[in-house]
């Protein structure tokens, strides 16, 4: 049976393929998000707008730290959003920030999700 961080590592390549008919492998079907619950459906819309937004997006853990049920990782991103992200002017500039995610797992599939980005370092860059 794989570990959490084993089935995170095969999540994370799953995002980075785009390979959007596999996430229902992954995320639960009543899965919520920073305590709102939007569906796989909602997550997924999420991750295909995250790519819209931002077309070379690639998902790299930096650190991952689990137990048997809840997984952290800090997740760094090197990317060129293509206009506005989180309220900032990024217009196609060259950005690296981070975010921190914790996930909660039910039966190897992630049932919650909460994320925090790292806002200010992107502020930075930008002025």
């Known amino acids: ?3 959490l961080p084993d089935i995170y590592r095969d999540y994370l390549e799953c995002l980075n393929r785009q390979a959007w008919n596999e996430l229902q492998f992954f995320v639960a079907e009543e899965v919520c998000y920073n305590d709102q ?3 796989l459906t909602g997550y997924l819309s999420m991750l295909k707008q995250n790519y819209q937004d931002i ?3 690639y998902f790299e853990a930096e ?3 689990s137990d048997s049920s809840y997984l952290a990782c800090r997740l760094m991103f090197n990317c060129t959003p293509v206009g506005t992200f989180m309220g900032l002017p990024v217009n196609g500039r060259k950005i690296r ?3 921190n995610v914790f996930y ?3 039966n190897h599939k992630i049932s919650r999700v909460w994320s925090v980005i790292d806002k200010a ?3 930075q860059q930008l002025y």
Do not use: A, H, K, Y
């Open 55 to 57: 077309p070379d997006l």
């Open 63 to 65: 650190l991952v730290v």
């Open 104 to 106: 909660e797992f039910r």
């Open 37 to 39: 619950e939007i569906g």
């Open 1 to 3: 049976m794989n570990t």
């Open 97 to 99: 920030f981070s975010e």
């Open 121 to 123: 370092t992107i502020e």
